[in-house]
């Protein structure tokens, strides 16, 4: 076994299905909850209705899926090759890529990018690919820890925030700049939630990619039941009973138990959610090929990329930058999720990955884009990039 790339056609169906429901749900976020809306209390009955709806299906669960399985990736990228030393520095190449395809991003669309955030923790992440279980569960204790914890210290030691910029109209590059300075200000408080994640992938992606490790059909039952159930109960708790959660006693004055219960309850909203999401899509693909989601996951890196390139100009030209309603958010999510199937499907009748992956693929190996036509071995990065 070495570190070469692969053919393509050794890629696993299900996780580019499973990339392409996830982001398909990206894309849903993005323009329902980031590009800014009218006052929640000029909403329709029908728009409360997407909102609450779009928060338990799609919020934060995407997200999940999306982190995770960018480790089970790398542990599939890890695990066919002898060469060890030599597949780590190739995936680490891979995320000096994958970082600057993000800033560029960032820095140009859209400066809620999730790429570069993901490089960078995943430097920290693959940190624990020879450690044991018990030590990579250990690690994820402790950042969840840090995560529901770091706040309270910090407001303790009575050290500032970093105040979310205003937006008085103007250049919207000066404002993304703005708001991206202030996101990789305050990164130290909420990137906790993604290293968390990336851990959970590898742990995952330790169990069934190197450990062989399978799910029957009535275990996979179980988990998509028991996920919705677990995801269901903690949004309830969540949702209608924060205030329970704030009047649960604590340390002195503090709220440290109260952060910790907190995190915990959206912890395991999202984890049934997207187990549940994740068990689903493996039954389905055992007898669908779903080759509408599975064409959006082989080219979700240029997808992921394009919801920018297609949202931002149009919502330039007219002016819905903070003047969205869930109604109109649906109608731009219906328009652009469609134009990508018919793009993504189009391209990989014509080449095997699309046109980000191969930029990817070529600063990583050196290789070059063929056309199916030429049928000459292309690589495929199984799932180790996000996308």
Same mark, same amino acid.
Request: proline share 3%.
């Given at each position: 076994?070495?570190?070469?790339?692969?053919?393509?056609?050794?890629?696993?169906?299900?996780?580019?299905?499973?990339?392409?429901?996830?982001?398909?749900?990206?894309?849903?976020?993005?323009?329902?909850?980031?590009?800014?809306?009218?006052?929640?209390?000029?909403?329709?009955?029908?728009?409360?209705?997407?909102?609450?709806?779009?928060? *338990?299906?799609?919020?934060?669960?995407?997200?999940?899926?999306?982190?995770?399985?960018?480790?089970?990736?790398?542990?599939?990228?890890?695990?066919?090759?002898?060469?060890?030393?030599?597949?780590?520095?190739?995936?680490?190449?891979?995320?000096?890529?994958?970082?600057?395809?993000?800033?560029?991003?960032?820095?140009?669309?859209?400066?809620?990018?999730?790429?570069?955030?993901?490089?960078?923790?995943?430097?920290?992440?693959?940190?624990?690919?020879?450690?044991?279980?018990?030590?990579?569960?250990?690690?994820?204790?402790?950042?969840?820890?840090?995560?529901?914890?770091?706040?309270?210290?910090?407001?303790?030691?009575?050290?500032? *925030?970093?105040?979310?910029?205003?937006?008085?109209?103007?250049?919207?590059?000066?404002?993304?700049?703005?708001?991206?300075?202030?996101?990789?200000?305050?990164?130290?408080?909420?990137?906790?939630?993604?290293?968390?994640?990336?851990?959970?992938?590898?742990?995952?992606?330790?169990?069934?990619?190197?450990?062989?490790?399978?799910?029957?059909?009535?275990?996979?039952?179980?988990?998509?039941?028991?996920?919705?159930?677990?995801?269901?109960?903690?949004?309830?708790v969540e949702t209608f009973y924060q205030s329970k959660i704030?009047?649960?006693?604590d340390i002195g004055n503090t709220y440290i138990l109260r952060?910790?219960?907190?995190?915990?309850?959206?912890?395991?909203?999202?984890?049934?959610?997207?187990?549940?999401?994740?068990?689903?899509?493996? #039954?389905?693909?055992?007898?669908?090929?779903?080759?509408?989601?599975?064409?959006?996951?082989?080219?979700?890196?240029?997808?992921?990329?394009?919801?920018?390139?297609?949202?931002?100009?149009?919502?330039?030209?007219?002016?819905?930058?903070?003047?969205?309603?869930?109604?109109?958010?649906?109608?731009?999510?219906?328009?652009?999720?469609?134009?990508?199937?018919?793009?993504?499907?189009?391209?990989?009748?014509? *080449?095997?990955?699309?046109?980000?992956?191969?930029? #990817?693929?070529?600063?990583?190996?050196?290789?070059?884009?063929?056309?199916?036509?030429?049928?000459?071995?292309?690589?495929?990065?199984?799932?180790?990039?996000? *996308?």
């Amino acid at each position: 076994m070495s570190s070469a790339p692969v053919q393509s056609n050794q890629r696993i169906q299900y996780l580019d299905v499973l990339r392409g429901f996830a982001i398909t749900g990206v894309l849903f976020a993005y323009v329902f909850w980031n590009l800014g809306t009218e006052p929640s209390n000029t909403f329709t009955t029908f728009d409360n209705i997407l909102n609450q709806a779009g928060y *338990f299906i799609i919020d934060s669960k995407c997200y999940t899926i999306l982190a995770s399985l960018f480790m089970v990736g790398f542990v599939m990228h890890m695990n066919r090759s002898k060469d060890q030393a030599g597949s780590l520095n190739i995936f680490r190449r891979r995320l000096i890529g994958l970082w600057v395809i993000g800033m560029l991003h960032a820095l140009l669309l859209r400066n809620g990018d999730i790429l570069a955030p993901y490089a960078i923790l995943s430097f920290i992440a693959i940190l624990f690919y020879k450690s044991s279980n018990r030590t990579i569960i250990f690690a994820i204790v402790i950042v969840f820890l840090l995560q529901a914890e770091l706040p309270q210290l910090w407001r303790s030691l009575e050290l500032p *925030f970093h105040q979310r910029p205003v937006n008085h109209g103007g250049n919207y590059w000066v404002q993304n700049f703005d708001w991206l300075k202030h996101w990789y200000a305050i990164a130290i408080f909420f990137w906790e939630t993604t290293l968390l994640l990336l851990l959970v992938g590898l742990l995952i992606g330790k169990a069934f990619i190197q450990n062989g490790k399978k799910l029957s059909y009535r275990q996979l039952i179980i988990i998509a039941i028991s996920g919705f159930l677990a995801g269901g109960l903690s949004y309830l708790v969540e949702t209608f009973y924060q205030s329970k959660i704030e009047a649960l006693p604590d340390i002195g004055n503090t709220y440290i138990l109260r952060a910790i219960v907190y995190y915990l309850v959206s912890f395991i909203h999202q984890i049934g959610m997207a187990s549940a999401y994740a068990s689903i899509f493996f #039954l389905l693909a055992r007898n669908f090929k779903l080759n509408l989601l599975a064409n959006l996951g082989r080219m979700s890196l240029t997808n992921y990329i394009l919801q920018a390139l297609i949202v931002v100009p149009f919502c330039l030209v007219f002016n819905l930058f903070d003047h969205l309603t869930p109604t109109i958010a649906l109608i731009m999510f219906a328009v652009i999720w469609t134009l990508q199937v018919l793009f993504s499907r189009w391209w990989l009748k014509h *080449f095997e990955f699309g046109p980000l992956e191969w930029v #990817l693929r070529r600063f990583t190996y050196g290789k070059t884009l063929v056309s199916k036509k030429e049928k000459i071995q292309t690589e495929f990065v199984p799932a180790a990039v996000i *996308f």
